[in-house]
């Protein structure tokens, strides 16, 4: 173990004793949510981000011990293992190196080798292997044909001992680290098209070859597309005389005439047919796995600022979900997220009934005050955003409007929760409504969807699905605590996501509130089924009681360091009815010497550092300091597009290459990775995250491709 934590050490660049704290902490079954925030002073104040990563590696550092042990194990069984393999089994730093060091002690299928082993001809494959014959090889193979063992000539004879020795070569773990290694370094990757003139977005692949070493993560999963369509050709390309030559070195150690010529062939063999295929097969995995580690990690940080997005709280909002045949379905939703009406209306072709469609909206307006209208951008919005736009016009009323990504809202709409949330509706009338509480509150509404399914990162379909959903689970984890949640409120799906609460607890507090009322304090947690004390410990801080019996419940101040705090507030003259009337200002400036207070108050001096901040700001929420959405009265076409023109957008998805933006028409723009500033960035994120409101210039437009160049340089 101690060499596990030496690694995560040196990995992570911190001091021995915080990793030991954090592993201790993660062993006790605390949740990453809760070390981030209220166990700063064991961790050194590690962040989620980093004890995320930092509980991943040593999950593999564990996985590869196991490893370790199951191959010694099986090897000294075998009566096999040596002091060397030993210490080259326990020094291997990943899982491949174990299976390479491993490869020629695995129990093997049947093999063109086993069975010439299985034929007796182990000992002419020796022979032939050290490379002391005086006499030809025919001569001795001669000695090894048998009926009984259907050796029946000598041609057989060789050609079973050279299938024993090409696999005896291909099992060497020394050889195989070496080719993976130069097959890595001077390798390419080509591929090419199998129609050449068909059309398809992998157009750019139809002929193309690039160093192993410099593959780019999006360029990996495209070609990887590609080829799953079946629309490319791939292979790796490597320098083959050299890594034969290489083999010869290692293999023919004598000048033996009867040998030599017979060694030579045999190492080709062995490395065209069972070295090469299982490298290409090795490295493509490597740089696949790659590629979608930097894949997912994009998709992470686009979805945490997808759901960070500052909730537009207290406006009614008009969700609309447009479409042609069905018409566009409408959920009128007020300042709580409680859907009051909902319409279908037919405002496109094929009915277009225009003028029906403004006077029932116009009605809805009226009745309810509303002051948003949130439309999905799916199929027929630039057809409802231009009916939209004329209505404003017509109208005294003072409502904008804002396009709003609905990714994942017809997977909402259809599941087995929505269906729940709203029995009596069908799946236009919840989508809509859906649609206008995402822009109420994005986080509460978008933790319903699988975050697959919400669309803000690349190629995800294509990436392991497994490592996909924890990863993002993750993110929408991280952001759920970040913010807290409204206890008396909250959906069981947001619950669930709270640090210490499974699915079974979340709808038990659910069940619970609706049995007995709101929750007045935070200790009534304890009487919910199945919610024991460590559950508590873990989630009580992330959960908020607004009017509750105790202001600090509606804090992120965790229960734990209430008498503290308590203590803290009668020092300084205040009263809890202060943290309520929110009238603690200018705390941290009447505290002097923190250290000291701190140990005076029982706690260590970062917590008494929250706690002010808590107490300053009580029930603050973080996405307040995100960009807030640009709503828009008026609506463009990329006809009304001219090159040079300067827009303010929104940034909808960040990738590899650039990042796209939504200019107020249909279709958003690409910003390239090269046209986002003067200066070089290896990544589009240094400079942009989804939500962002940038400013741009229009380089481009292809109307008949539907694609807008735009730059970020030198635009004021």
Request: one cysteine or more; proline letters at 3%; a negative charge.
């Amino acid at each position: 173990m101690m060499e596990i934590l030496k690694m995560l050490q040196d990995e992570f660049k911190v001091e021995m004793w915080q990793i030991e704290a954090t592993v201790k902490l993660i062993d006790e079954g605390n949740t990453i949510p809760f070390i981030a925030r209220y166990r700063k002073e064991i961790t050194g104040s590690l962040n989620d981000e980093v004890l995320r990563d930092l509980n991943d590696r040593l999950t593999y550092l564990r996985n590869l011990d196991e490893k370790k042990q199951q191959v010694l194990a099986s090897i000294e069984e075998q009566g096999k293992l040596t002091e060397e393999l030993r210490n080259q089994i326990i020094a291997a730093q990943t899982l491949v190196v174990v299976e390479d060091l491993y490869r020629p002690y695995r129990p093997k299928r049947r093999t063109r080798a086993t069975i010439a082993v299985e034929k007796g001809l182990q000992p002419l494959a020796d022979l032939i292997f050290d490379q002391n014959l005086d006499k030809p090889v025919e001569e001795y193979a001669v000695e090894y044909l048998s009926v009984e063992k259907e050796v029946n000539s000598v041609e057989e004879a060789i050609q079973g001992a050279l299938d024993i020795i090409a696999e005896k070569i291909s099992d060497e773990a020394n050889y195989r680290m070496y080719i993976r290694a130069f097959t890595t370094k001077a390798g390419k990757l080509t591929s090419k098209a199998k129609d050449s003139e068909m059309e398809s977005v992998f157009e750019m692949y139809y002929d193309y070859e690039e160093a192993i070493s410099k593959m780019a993560g999006h360029r990996i999963l495209a070609v990887n597309r590609g080829e799953k369509e079946k629309v490319l050709t791939v292979k790796l390309e490597v320098p083959e005389e050299d890594i034969i030559k290489y083999l010869e070195r290692q293999v023919v150690t004598k000048n033996n005439q009867f040998t030599n010529q017979i060694l030579k062939t045999t190492i080709e063999d062995s490395y065209k047919r069972l070295i090469a295929p299982a490298i290409e097969r090795e490295i493509r995995n490597e740089l696949s796995e790659r590629a979608e580690d930097g894949a997912v990690k994009i998709f992470g940080k686009n979805l945490e600022q997808l759901l960070m997005q500052p909730p537009i709280v207290d406006k009614v909002v008009l969700g609309w979900d447009p479409a042609f045949r069905t018409g566009c379905k409408l959920a009128v939703v007020d300042g709580t997220g409680k859907v009051l009406e909902t319409k279908v209306i037919y405002p496109t072709v094929p009915q277009q009934k225009i003028k029906e469609s403004k006077e029932e909206l116009k009605k809805l307006i009226k009745k309810y005050n509303i002051e948003l209208i949130s439309v999905g951008n799916g199929t027929a919005s630039r057809e409802s955003e231009i009916i939209i736009v004329e209505l404003l016009k017509e109208i005294t009323e003072k409502v904008q409007y804002i396009i709003v990504n609905e990714a994942g809202a017809s997977v909402y709409s259809a599941s087995k929760l929505a269906t729940e949330e709203f029995p009596n509706f069908d799946v236009g009338q919840r989508s809509a409504a859906s649609i206008a509480r995402r822009l109420q509150d994005p986080l509460a509404e978008l933790v319903k969807i699988d975050p697959k399914a919400i669309g803000v990162g690349q190629y995800q379909h294509d990436m392991n699905q497994k490592h996909l959903s924890e990863a993002l689970s993750g993110v929408v984890e991280n952001c759920v605590n970040k913010v807290g949640v409204d206890l008396n409120t909250a959906s069981a799906s947001l619950l669930e996501y709270i640090s210490g609460i499974s699915k079974a607890i979340a709808k038990n507090i659910v069940i619970y509130r609706e049995e007995n009322g709101k929750f007045k304090n935070r200790k009534e947690l304890l009487k919910v089924a199945k919610l024991g004390p460590k559950a508590y410990e873990q989630c009580a801080g992330f959960l908020r009681i607004i009017d509750g019996s105790n202001p600090l419940d509606n804090t992120s101040v965790h229960p734990e360091s209430y008498e503290a705090t308590e203590k803290l507030i009668e020092r300084l003259g205040y009263t809890k009815d202060d943290i309520k009337a929110k009238a603690i200002n200018d705390l941290a400036k009447k505290l002097s010497d923190y250290k000291q207070l701190a140990k005076e108050l029982g706690v260590g001096d970062i917590t008494l550092t929250d706690i002010v901040k808590e107490l300053e700001k009580p029930g603050r929420d973080p996405r307040e300091e995100m960009p807030k959405p640009i709503l828009r009265t008026d609506v463009l076409d990329m006809k009304d597009l001219t090159e040079g023109m300067i827009l303010k957008g929104t940034v909808r998805n960040v990738i590899d290459f650039g990042a796209f933006v939504d200019i107020g028409v249909h279709q958003d723009g690409l910003v390239h990775i090269s046209q986002m500033t003067d200066k070089f960035i290896k990544h589009p994120l240094e400079v942009v995250s989804v939500g962002d409101i940038v400013d741009v210039r229009v380089m481009s437009i292809d109307l008949l491709k539907k694609r807008i160049q735009l730059t970020m340089k030198q635009v004021l």
